[in-house]
């Protein structure tokens, strides 16, 4: 169902729901494609964009939380190495495995030896062998340009990497196949109550001056890092305490640092792994770990201590790159939802373990990983559904994902591209490569994005602005110079009518696009950065 007519059905009384979901984001979306896969009925409304947040501000991986593991959280990094297991065969070209090398130094912890046992214990925890030890000579051949300056070897191993974002997408499109009502930019303005138990809730779409009032006995609140807002408004004081911690990523032309994996080492800093891995035709610096004090409705934005951070570790593990702030294409900052105890712990020491409140129809969720989104999905809809919940949910063996069509690739596309888009679109392929040209938009980049998966996004996929379609339902802002600045003409020429947006609408897009662009994912001059 179109947003058009999903709220129109609201707004004539078709309000009645088993759950309503609050989020859009990997959570939000993730419950709302278990409920409705379970058939029962379901509306779900984001503030902002899907994935708008940190759903698509991560750093992409898919894993098992190998850092976790080592410090002694088992259950999580359990569950995460089943969950990247069941996800990379469900939906390859979404979710891929990627290699990782982690070079070890002389005198530097970890040693091989000991990075070599927990590796072990990661593999027995998959059921499959991906570990490896490369001697100084091997690791020169696998990460071309790594430091050889007291090179002991480096430990290799297997995890996955993904587009978040699109990720999302798919979980939305799964959750309205099987009939959900999914409504980006519509507020949750309130709670609503009877006798103290919830009943419903009061939304207010971005384009209508009227609220809607729904009903349901359940409401999911899966805001992430806003989660303990509407806990607190609810119950009157914060029953679930959220630490917000920012992390930040540089992209580069992959020509300036041509890496096949990732590589990964600990920062000298603070001893958390920093990681350079190839993503979508670039490279990827990532990430920080620091508590994020602005305005969690502004966009966040790196700090120049963190963009110092970063090229300091590229440095150190690739010298002869000179990589300078010259070289970053775009950065982008994520704001992780970390429940915390108030101890004060260093940021990297606070538990990654997901948490849920629950008020009398009112379950909150924060915390958790990516890679662990259905996990929490079906715990939340379990504390919420009660008793009947094993009679109502669906079984834990049947598919996130629904295969894509067994499709003829066309000629015009590659087998890597082909591979992808059956990943990235599922069972929506035949209507999108029905949609538009199969010609790559960027004829010189190793991204092979389609000016059909452009079209679809501006028919299908809920664009309501240019930040939509060029951040999060393609990457064209993060993977281009200038936010792809000198691609609007065309995307104008192609896309205007089916946004069927004017000239003055067009004009307003474009000018707040470059501004969010300039603003929150590039990098300002360093004499006014700031670097709080």
Not at 367 to 388: D, H, M, Q, S, W
Request: proline share 6%; net charge neutral; with cysteine.
């Amino acid at each position: 169902m179109m947003r058009a007519e999903a709220l129109e059905a609201l707004a004539t009384g078709n309000t009645g729901f088993d759950v309503v979901v609050i989020g859009g984001g990997i959570t939000g979306a993730g419950v709302a494609r278990e409920a409705a896969g379970s058939g029962l009925r379901i509306l779900l409304v984001e503030q902002k964009d899907f994935s708008w947040g940190t759903s698509s501000r991560s750093s992409k991986m898919v894993h098992g939380g190998l850092r976790y593991l080592g410090s002694g959280h088992y259950g999580l990094t359990r569950d995460a190495v089943r969950e990247r297991e069941r996800l990379m065969a469900e939906a390859p070209g979404l979710i891929d495995p990627l290699c990782f090398i982690m070079p070890h130094f002389k005198g530097q912890f970890p040693g091989p030896r000991l990075f070599q046992l927990l590796l072990r214990v990661y593999d027995f925890i998959a059921q499959s062998r991906s570990r490896k030890f490369l001697n100084p000579a091997q690791s020169g051949l696998w990460v071309p340009g790594l430091t050889s300056e007291n090179l002991a070897g480096a430990s290799g191993f297997t995890d996955a990497v993904t587009d978040d974002s699109r990720l999302v997408q798919r979980l939305i499109a799964e959750a309205r196949r099987d009939g959900a009502i999914c409504l980006n930019y519509t507020r949750a303005q309130e709670v609503q109550r009877h006798d103290g138990e919830v009943c419903g809730l009061t939304i207010q779409p971005e384009e209508d001056a009227t609220p809607i009032k729904v009903s349901a006995p359940l409401v999911i609140n899966a805001t992430g890092a806003w989660a303990d807002r509407l806990q607190a408004r609810e119950n009157g004081s914060g029953s679930m305490k959220i630490r917000p911690l920012r992390g930040s990523h540089l992209v580069l032309p992959w020509s300036r640092l041509p890496v096949s994996c990732s590589v990964s080492v600990l920062h000298p800093q603070d001893r958390r792994p920093v990681f350079a891995f190839p993503w979508q035709g670039t490279t990827v610096l990532g990430t920080t770990d620091l508590d994020h004090e602005s305005n969690l409705d502004q966009e966040p934005v790196i700090a120049e201590a963190e963009t110092d951070y970063l090229l300091e570790i590229a440095a150190r593990l690739f010298p002869a790159s000179h990589i300078c702030r010259s070289d970053i294409l775009s950065t982008w900052a994520g704001v992780r939802p970390v429940v915390t105890d108030g101890t004060g712990k260093a940021p990297s020491r606070e538990n990654r373990e997901h948490a849920l409140r629950e008020d009398r129809g009112l379950i909150s969720i924060a915390g958790g990983k990516l890679t662990t989104f259905r996990v929490i999905a079906r715990e939340a809809l379990k504390r919420g559904l009660g008793e009947k919940a094993d009679s109502i949910l669906r079984p834990n063996s049947q598919p996130v994902f629904q295969p894509a069509p067994k499709l003829v690739r066309p000629a015009q596309v590659g087998h890597q591209t082909w591979k992808r888009l059956q990943g990235f679109y599922g069972p929506d392929l035949q209507q999108l490569i029905e949609s538009g040209s199969l010609e790559p938009v960027m004829s010189d980049h190793p991204w092979g994005l389609l000016w059909a998966e452009v079209l679809w996004a501006c028919k299908a996929e809920d664009v309501r602005h240019l930040d939509d379609l060029l951040l999060r339902r393609t990457r064209l802002g993060l993977i281009l110079p200038e936010g792809g600045k000198a691609l609007l003409p065309e995307i104008k020429r192609r896309c205007q009518s089916l946004l069927e947006w004017d000239e003055q609408h067009w004009a307003h897009e474009e000018a707040r696009y470059l501004g969010i662009y300039r603003g929150a994912y590039s990098l300002a001059p360093k004499e006014t950065s700031d670097a709080s």
